[in-house]
């Protein structure tokens, strides 16, 4: 790990203080998971309203600041982990506290940004980028962006030049998406819906990104041991699931690429063998995270003969992360891939594969964050050689999403 810059602040790294410097308004804070983005981000609003810290020494921002408006994660708002990065700049959310300066701070999450496309001349910090596509989130964004100050912070910050398009149309690069689309799209014509064939004039592309693209790296070195487990499953209820396309759950013809694809994935997640693959890891391992997707794994986990303290974060349950010497913490994917960390331990376990491979890279940096005491950390995937789990697994290794529909046409 880097050394801390005792000549800047007493708790900011150089990388972070570089990137202070390199930064500016309409920039994406490019940091991996744990890497400090957060305070990296409070520090360039402190220092653009006048403040300072160093050693021994605090220098307090302008008499007015402008009000500081963070959109983040409903985990990170619920868990006041914003808060926790406010104290070394002496503010806070909190109305009933003690306030250093006549400003006001807001902590809120992208769920409820359209309640802030009417503030003016602020200063807003959207954390875990969420301006992708043009639905509402996007909409509100553009609007904020065009009367504030803003930065975006993300560790996955684009995967086509199409996830660029908010953020290059709040900083002017084009008036809209159909300036982007007319400069440098060019379509398919042998779709019946617009789908992109290619890019054109990605030089002033790359040009326009390097301008906004602020990367942050920690130096810091982990080794990461991803370790593939292959298990058995039914292969006969298998094959005749793909044969027939019937649900033998419901005992009802399959309709929708959908529904094929969660099938297959059942029969290969119910296998017993995977349970047993699962507990040999455990036999090992007195604290583990495990991500999952769907409710039935959910019941096969906490059926476990196995004798941890069990907590979950999910759409049933909130709970925290233990505190007691073996335990699980169960996960699943859409609810608690991002927006957390834990220090406690340096193993996850993904007892099913996800889709998306930002979701995969955002659930692995759950561990490797800047604090944690270990250099080692331990990824154990556990997946069957079934067509439907091999194509899942090239998918994410090209850095792609798994499309049910491309899979169930070429199968």
Request: proline content about 3%; glycine content about 4%; some cysteine.
């Amino acid at each position: 790990m880097k050394k801390i810059n005792k000549e800047a602040t007493p708790f900011l790294f150089d990388y972070q203080m570089e990137a202070v410097e390199n930064m500016k308004d309409g920039c994406i804070l490019n940091g991996g998971v744990g890497s400090g983005k957060s305070r990296t981000s409070l520090y360039y609003y402190f220092k653009s309203q006048g403040g300072k810290i160093e050693p021994g020494k605090y220098t307090p921002m302008k008499e007015k600041p402008l009000d500081l408006y963070i959109i983040t994660t409903a985990r990170k708002r619920d868990t006041l982990e914003w808060e926790g990065e406010l104290v070394p700049f002496m503010m806070t959310s909190f109305a009933d506290h003690t306030h250093l300066y006549n400003h006001t701070v807001v902590i809120d999450s992208w769920n409820n940004i359209k309640k802030y496309q009417d503030v003016k001349n602020t200063f807003f910090i959207f954390d875990e980028q969420r301006v992708v596509g043009y639905g509402a989130w996007t909409k509100a964004f553009l609007k904020i962006a065009k009367a504030n100050r803003w930065i975006l912070l993300s560790a996955t910050p684009g995967d086509s030049w199409s996830d660029y398009i908010p953020v290059f149309i709040a900083n002017g690069f084009y008036k809209n998406k159909s300036e982007f689309n007319r400069e440098h799209v060019v379509f398919s014509r042998f779709t019946k819906y617009p789908k992109i064939d290619r890019y054109v004039n990605t030089k002033r592309l790359i040009r326009q990104r390097n301008d906004i693209l602020i990367n942050m790296d920690t130096n810091r070195t982990f080794v990461e041991h991803h370790n593939e487990i292959y298990c058995p499953f039914d292969r006969e209820k298998y094959k005749e699931a793909m044969k027939n396309r019937w649900d033998p759950f419901k005992n009802l013809p399959m309709q929708q690429a959908s529904d094929l694809c969660y099938v297959l994935r059942r029969i290969v997640n119910e296998s017993e063998m995977r349970v047993v693959a699962l507990l040999e890891i455990l036999e090992k391992v007195d604290r583990a995270i495990i991500f999952y997707n769907f409710d039935y794994e959910r019941e096969i986990l906490l059926n476990l003969d196995v004798s941890y303290t069990i907590t979950e974060w999910n759409g049933h349950k909130h709970q925290e992360i233990p505190d007691c010497d073996r335990w699980l913490y169960l996960v699943q994917y859409a609810a608690g891939n991002e927006g957390w960390n834990c220090i406690k331990t340096d193993t996850i376990i993904f007892y099913s594969q996800t889709y998306s491979y930002k979701t995969l890279k955002q659930a692995c940096g759950r561990i490797k964050r800047l604090n944690t005491p270990y250099n080692d950390l331990y990824y154990y995937h556990l997946k069957s050689n079934s067509n439907i789990d091999l194509a899942i697994s090239r998918s994410l290794k090209n850095k792609k999403n798994f499309n049910e529909g491309n899979f169930v046409k070429w199968n």
